[in-house]
């Protein structure tokens, strides 16, 4: 019975996706939006503790909870995500460094403490799962508007209030931005006054799978927006895959963060 309610939720929103009301792109273009999605302010650092839930195909869930820091270094965003539970998990980190220079390539590094020490992730595994959830190394990361060309939808409907973009991965760098991200192309619904990505889908680079992005309980805490609510819905052919929901359970804007505590050096440190 609860693999057949989640299914027909699946469902459910798979037919939201064609069902809302149109709305018609106002003066900006696609490339000034997304580039106000990148530069919207979310503090100059800040932490959160969230729990992620795996559900599969047949409802059955796992729980993990997990700890994120994150901090601007002028237009660079260095990024720590740290798992608390469970305890066969437990001391597992994701570090990135999310560069602003389009030429110089993204950094990230993980630390698993079966192994007890820190592995440098080449800029192909952007497109892998992080730890069992649908959401890549890439995902966590910013959008990388370099990457992307994008334009507005006319052709399928949008919400008001919000604005629908397409992204094409650009043409000379095709293929790598395939390989680098796992995706042919996404759609993007951004909020108009929060400027922010409040829903997405995903074309995989593998025919036939499809991943929908939706957020909920969107609220105001120090002047940035933050979604109390992520939810990743991984199809293939339409049909439920797997899924996974992120809920922010505590979250902190500009607390004092350390420089040393973002380094590839102190992860093994940090995650305990």
């Known amino acids: 019975m609860k693999g057949n309610l989640l299914k027909h939720a699946v469902f459910l929103?798979?037919?939201a996706w064609?069902?809302?009301?149109?709305?018609?792109p106002d003066a900006a273009t696609a490339d000034a939006v997304m580039a106000s999605v990148r530069a919207r302010y979310k503090g100059d650092t800040w932490a959160m503790s969230s729990s992620v839930t795996l559900i599969d195909k047949n409802s059955s869930r796992m729980q993990r909870k997990v700890r994120s820091i994150s901090k601007k270094v002028?237009?660079?965003?260095?990024s720590l995500t740290v798992v608390l539970e469970p305890s066969r998990l437990s001391g597992t980190a994701f570090l990135s460094y999310d560069w602003s220079e389009s030429s110089r390539?993204?950094?990230?590094?993980l630390y698993l403490p079966d192994l007890g020490?820190?592995?440098?992730?080449?800029?192909?595994?952007?497109?892998?799962?992080f730890l069992g959830s649908d959401f890549t190394y890439g995902d966590l990361e910013e959008i990388k508007t370099d990457l992307f060309d994008f334009s507005f939808v006319t052709s399928s409907p949008a919400p008001d209030g919000q604005w629908l973009i397409h992204a094409e991965p650009r043409k000379a760098i095709h293929g790598k931005v395939v390989d680098r991200t796992g995706y042919q192309r996404i759609w993007y619904w951004v909020d108009k006054e929060r400027r922010m990505v409040v829903r997405a889908k995903y074309w995989l680079r593998d025919p036939g799978w499809v991943k929908y992005y939706t957020t909920s309980d969107i609220q105001q805490q120090a002047g940035v927006w933050i979604p109390r609510e992520e939810r990743m819905v991984l199809t293939q052919q339409g049909v439920l895959v797997h899924a996974t929901?992120?809920?922010v359970e505590d979250i902190q804007i500009n607390p004092r963060v350390d420089d040393a505590s973002l380094?590839?050096?102190?992860?093994?440190?940090?995650?305990?």
């Open 18 to 24: 064609t069902g809302l009301a149109w709305s018609d």
């Open 74 to 78: 002028g237009e660079d965003l260095k």
């Open 245 to 247: 929901t992120l809920s």
């Open 263 to 272: 380094s590839p050096q102190a992860l093994g440190r940090s995650s305990k």
């Open 117 to 129: 020490k820190v592995t440098r992730l080449a800029t192909g595994s952007r497109a892998d799962y």
């Open 105 to 109: 390539e993204d950094e990230a590094w």
């Open 13 to 15: 929103l798979v037919l």
